[in-house]
């Protein structure tokens, strides 16, 4: 049975120190894996490591690693039979990521956490340790990243830069074909080590077929032809044509395929450079009162009714996703409410005839919603002066903090709130403290919540935090995403997780 979905962006790396978007980390969670992972509800559970122990100082991680993982055969081994996974391939493949010569984007895993590759050593084949400088409580989150995928030695050595294209992991598929301008072709790793409830060997299906059709709308004619099993999104072109005003699945539809929806670790928001030398003297951006009335002024809930068909969920908490605290729990943020902004302009000190416009910066693609904020801001007297930027300018001017406003997302790294109070920490640069925000408080606190290993506690300090950071309001929180998977009704046993990761391990097809 054949597995088919598209990457329309194409596939650039299948080595997972270079797994740094999602058309890559799909590919290569394919065919590695890491010490552990998460399961659909961000849980961390054993995955090459069985079980691990912390020290009680939160420095000293013991990880007791599982005795049948094998790595497939390849040209790379002698005799091209593979051998069994041990305590120095994780050495070697953690130690990897920060090697300055390999350059992978992924070293910032271990920045001031370790202490050069002595941090990381094989007691024996059967157990690794890692030591780190300082308590880190998300480090098992960070663990589960592609990046932290576990490979052997000889693969490297066998094929040098020619890696990238003949990955060698333990994965529950190994890899066959590629050719980069037309299909990735991987096959059922016929000595995978886990097995489904019933004793029955994974993964179900036989071969994955991943094509690169670049066009959006093409990608879904082929889906409806029955060429692709699933689509992640759909063009925005299409989303009156295939979802109702809630976002559910048209009835004309209903009967073709199926649609799995689930919140997304992923904020979208608009920023504010908080840093008063790269703004003029006389910016209305450096009044907070200014930025809670814009929070305040317009509406999230109408906005995504009307120009994503109810995608996503109005973002009137905070920053951190309710995937990752509960939104009940939660008694800041904003919400739609003129009056108040209005009062807070009058209560700024600014002259209201005389307040500047601010200039938005955004993308293409968000090129409607920033419409539909500038008109409502210019309502209660906010002028917004919308500048279209594409992506990669945006990214640029971002970390060369040259925007005083703009429009940016955040992606969780790994399923801890942490991955987003990181953003508000004075200490880090641009990425991913975009607005340069500081905040004394906010740094005793993030110090004080890395090294908690309380889940309760961590947790409240969390919460405290993103709620000081929504009174500064250095941010404008405008929704947190969904996954979208639009799937074929042969595919079984599929899910969304909140990370939006591919994963086909246990997914059977009729």
């Not at 576990?150 to 590629?178: C, D, M, Q």
């Not at 608009?270 to 002024?297: E, K, T, W």
């Not at 995504?304 to 009137?316: F, H, M, S, T």
Request: proline share 5%; aromatic share 12%; glycine share 6%.
């Amino acid at each position: 049975m054949v597995f088919r979905y598209n990457q329309g962006g194409g596939i650039s790396n299948l080595d997972p120190a270079f797994a740094r978007n999602q058309a890559n980390m799909w590919a290569v969670h394919q065919l590695y894996n890491g010490l552990l992972q998460f399961d659909r509800h961000l849980k961390i559970k054993p995955c090459l490591a069985k079980s691990f122990d912390v020290s009680a100082d939160g420095l000293n991680y013991i990880f007791h690693l599982r005795q049948d993982v094998y790595f497939p055969d390849n040209p790379c081994f002698d005799a091209g039979k593979g051998r069994k996974m041990i305590a120095s391939d994780v050495v070697y493949s953690l130690q990897r990521i920060i090697d300055p010569d390999v350059a992978s984007p992924g070293a910032w895993i271990f920045q001031d956490k370790v202490q050069g590759p002595e941090a990381f050593r094989a007691i024996n084949d059967s157990t690794f340790s890692l030591k780190l400088q300082s308590a880190f409580r998300a480090l098992p989150g960070m663990l589960t990243m592609e990046y932290c995928s576990i490979l052997p030695h000889e693969a490297i050595e066998y094929y040098g830069h020619r890696f990238r294209k003949n990955p060698v992991g333990t994965g529950p598929f190994r890899f066959s074909r590629w050719d980069e301008a037309n299909v990735l072709v991987l096959k059922k790793n016929e000595h995978y080590f886990r097995k489904d409830s019933s004793g029955a060997s994974l993964p179900y299906i036989d071969k994955i077929l991943i094509s690169f059709i670049d066009n959006k709308s093409t990608e879904f004619l082929s889906f409806l032809n029955g060429d692709l099993d699933f689509v992640s999104d759909i063009d925005p072109g299409l989303k009156e044509l295939v979802l109702s005003p809630d976002g559910k699945l048209q009835d004309h539809f209903a009967n073709k395929f199926r649609l799995l929806a689930g919140p997304y670790l992923n904020t979208e928001y608009l920023g504010f450079m908080m840093d008063s030398s790269h703004l003029a003297q006389n910016s209305p951006i450096l009044n907070r009162q200014f930025r809670q009335a814009v929070n305040y002024g317009f509406d999230r809930k109408k906005m995504l009714r009307y120009l994503r068909n109810n995608k996503g969920i109005a973002a009137n908490r905070g920053m951190i996703p309710p995937g990752l605290i509960s939104a009940a729990h939660s008694s800041y943020g904003y919400s739609y409410d003129r009056d108040k902004a209005l009062e807070l302009l009058s209560e700024s000190g600014l002259n209201l005839e005389k307040i500047p416009s601010i200039e938005l910066n955004a993308p293409p693609a968000y090129a409607d919603i920033c419409e539909f904020i500038q008109k409502q801001l210019t309502e209660i007297g906010i002028g917004v002066n919308l500048r279209i930027v594409q992506p990669s300018a945006l990214r640029s001017g971002m970390e060369q903090n040259e925007f005083g406003f703009f429009r940016a997302s955040w992606i969780a790294d790994y399923p801890d709130a942490e991955s987003y109070m990181a953003l508000f920490y004075s200490k880090f640069g641009s990425p991913p403290n975009y607005t340069r925000y500081k905040n004394a408080l906010i740094d005793s606190l993030y110090r004080q919540v890395v090294a908690e290993s309380n889940d309760s506690i961590s947790r409240l300090i969390y919460r405290k935090m993103d709620s000081l950071v929504m009174n500064d309001a250095p941010v404008v929180p405008l929704y947190y995403d969904e996954v979208y998977l639009f799937i074929s009704k042969r595919v079984m046993g599929m899910e969304v997780n909140p990370m939006n990761m591919l994963d086909l391990e246990s997914v059977k097809l009729k």
